[in-house]
């Protein structure tokens, strides 16, 4: 089944500095690759997600990029800001062929320092 | 729009005891939910998907008779936790997919989680 690998586990950044997180995923049908913020004891919220088709998709301070040949794709949050913190989590999926299931990274807790 | 529900937010029971879960989609029809499970300062474990009308589809090592999961409706699935046990403590999270015309629509929307908690 499908692997995803998630990197760094813990990211502290001083505030205005730039974030990024890496994963990469094992199969290469996967074709769906989401983003999820996750607060303490709260519901995940998709921040951002990219299609197959698609290497790079932008959000104001959020920008994801996908590397289907090296089968990794990256999170980058610019300009961070102290309600950046909480822990990231990416996804992929290879849609309906395997019912749509995601797989989730280990996730990123993010610091972002006043 | 896309809002799930769960009912409840917080259970605490006693070992033994079974605990009933329900997920709604509050706006929209869902063919498909799906049931995690996350431990303190882990990653979201996928358990089962629960489709519409017909038996879930249980992950490896996620016991089916002890995780029974219901999808009576497009709206509603349940997952009851048989003879809870301290080691089943944890927050469990659904998410509903969404019934959509076509192919290449994989968005899932999540519910807000149970913190369970069993003496």
């Known amino acids: 089944g499908e692997n995803v690998e998630q990197h760094p586990s813990t990211l502290s950044v001083q505030e205005g500095d730039s974030a990024v997180i890496k994963c990469t995923y094992s199969?290469?049908?996967?074709?769906?690759f989401p983003w999820y913020k996750q607060e303490l004891g709260k519901r995940p919220q998709l921040i951002i997600d990219?299609?197959?088709?698609?290497g790079e998709k932008k959000d104001q301070r959020i920008a994801v990029t996908l590397n289907k040949t090296a089968k990794h794709f990256s999170l980058h949050i610019t300009e961070t800001q102290p309600e950046d913190s909480a822990v990231y989590f990416c996804?992929?999926?290879?849609?309906?062929?395997?019912?749509?299931?995601?797989?989730f990274g280990g996730g990123t807790r993010v610091l972002v320092k006043p | 729009g896309a809002v799930v529900s769960q009912h409840p937010s917080w259970v605490i029971c006693k070992s033994g005891t079974s605990v009933k879960i329900e997920c709604r989609s509050l706006?929209?029809?869902?063919?498909?939910m799906f049931w995690y499970r996350q431990f303190p300062k882990q990653s979201l474990m996928l358990m089962a998907t629960?489709?519409?009308?017909?038996?879930?589809?249980?992950e490896q090592g996620v016991e089916k008779d002890k995780f029974l999961i219901n999808h009576a409706s497009l709206t509603l699935s349940t997952l009851t936790v048989t003879s809870a046990h301290p080691e089943d403590s944890s927050f469990y999270i659904c998410?509903?997919?969404?019934?959509?015309?076509?192919?290449?629509?994989?968005?899932?929307?999540f519910g807000p989680g149970t913190r369970l908690t069993v003496l």
């Open positions: 998410s509903a997919h969404p019934f959509r015309q076509g192919s290449g629509y994989n968005e899932q929307f």
């Open positions: 199969d290469s049908a996967s074709n769906y």
């Open positions: 990219i299609r197959s088709n698609v």
């Open positions: 996804a992929a999926s290879t849609g309906k062929a395997a019912g749509n299931k995601l797989t």
């Open positions: 706006d929209f029809q869902a063919t498909t």
């Open positions: 629960s489709n519409e009308g017909s038996k879930a589809t249980y």
